[in-house]
């Protein structure tokens, strides 16, 4: 099911012109939300998300028809879970890479199956040869131009691993293909900073208040590639919500039991039962 | 003009899959190719840009396709000149960043207005922020992950320059935001290697011929951003062929009288005359 030009339509076909930038020049922004039990999780915050990726690319978004787009999915979705992905595209263009002056975005959104056992599911990763861009405003939003982690996902699907370890362009983890990453060891919860080339996600950020309410201090910081010893790495999106990572390299990585509280904690907050 | 699904249209307009890759994830390539006096310039050589560059994503070019698009286009073109852009996208697929195991590829093309003044004509280049991510395959060939090269572009026009100086994570030259660069000093013509995140250009590759048919020293070497003293910078790309560059970041280059021969050879290749 998709939602296109003013409405829901079973047909999954759009009609866009040839010269729309998010198809020529990946020129365009992208969110990927869940909805449980009927209900859009962190809608608001997914919304921020857009209005910021929005603005670096330098257009304004379309704001009221994105939401009329999620809300007319949801009015329309035949199960009690679903995955809605809403992409934005600052519109057509003339030939060539100037944007134009007044930019009239393309909106689109499509709605996806999501059952409970995508999310919380342990995961191994491979460290990609492709590293993460941190010089690029890109780094830390959802842009179209999504094709480095399509290829360091094939990667890491290729090396026997679910998902990549991203290091950035200084050798420091960024992130998975998909995810946010952190590490847990002592009492710290740690995260590299949106400057080591990391999009803010919305899991992130709830994994970072929930940490400090079960006692731990979670904190921004450089990490290196390499976990230390004891230490446990987890990782975060807005549909597999928190997956331990259990090997990294073929490497198996320590787990940690007060990851049992985060995932406990983003069960209650998106109503998927303890 | 545009050409898709077999034939050619005079709407703009073309149908797609809301889940084709090149649309949601800029999982596609294309290639930018000047037609001359109704004849596409270097057609083999795009055409192998083309393979090379579906290869490197991993999925097989529909050659006889976009073989028939341009030249559907070409028969069908209202003027003398024309440049033509192909896209090609690795087509539907599901939800998620893993392609489909048997992609069938959506080819369509466009045909825009080419006139000779766009070609020859000096440029200044401002330095980006942005670097090129040397360590992607993205680097190397025409991707539908082009937005880091519109940022580039737009950071480049507000500093009030017509192009970006792109430099690489290691801190040494790459390209423009859509040309290839060389260096000439002395009777060595230098241009990046491709490993410094590199296209391999139709015209880059055109340029190292003709250099040393008039007596230059053509290269492939790493090339530091700031030009030593008496260098020459140029720039090349399929419709604008070759640039002189007339400053960076506000400093004039200097100027090379051997460049004009360059531009004469280019001419007398493309039938522009002299």
Redesign the interface.
């Known amino acids: 099911m ?1 939602w ?1 030009d003013g409405r829901v339509r079973h047909s ?8 729309d ?7 365009g922004i ?1 969110e990927t939300i869940a909805v449980f039990g009927r209900v859009p999780f962190r809608l608001d915050d997914h919304l921020a998300r857009l209005e910021d990726a929005a603005q670096v ?2 257009f304004s978004l379309p704001r009221a028809i994105v939401e009329r787009a999620i809300a007319d999915l949801v009015a329309a979705m035949p199960d009690e879970h679903a ?1 809605i ?1 809403v ?1 934005v595209t600052r519109g057509s263009g ?2 060539g ?3 134009p002056a007044g930019p009239r975005p393309t909106v ?1 959104a ?1 709605l ?1 199956p999501w059952s409970p056992s995508m999310a919380f599911q342990p995961i191994r990763l491979a460290t990609s ?3 993460r ?1 941190e ?4 780094s830390r939003i959802k ?9 360091a ?2 990667e890491a ?1 290729t090396a026997g691993a679910d998902d990549a370890l991203v290091l950035n ?1 200084a050798g420091n983890v960024a992130s998975t ?2 995810a946010n990453l952190f590490q847990l060891q002592g009492d710290e919860l740690a995260t590299p900073p949106v400057a080591d080339g990391v999009r803010p996600g919305v899991t992130r950020e709830l994994v970072l208040v929930l940490a400090a309410g079960i006692g731990l201090r979670p904190v921004e910081r450089s990490i290196a590639p390499a976990p230390p010893a004891g230490a446990a790495l987890i990782a975060t999106n807005s549909l597999r919500l928190l997956c331990p990572v259990i090997a990294v390299d073929g490497k198996p990585v320590d787990q940690d039991a007060r990851v049992a509280e985060l995932v406990l904690g983003l069960r209650r907050m998106a109503g998927l039962g303890a």
Do not use: C, E, H, W
């Open positions: 998709i296109f999954p076909t759009l009609t866009l012109d040839a010269g930038r998010g198809l020529t020049l990946a020129d992208f690319l330098g995955a992905r992409t003339p030939r890479l100037a944007p689109f499509t996806s040869t492709i590293r861009n010089t690029s405003p890109l842009s179209l131009a999504y094709l480095d982690n399509v290829l996902f094939q699907k362009t293909a998909m």
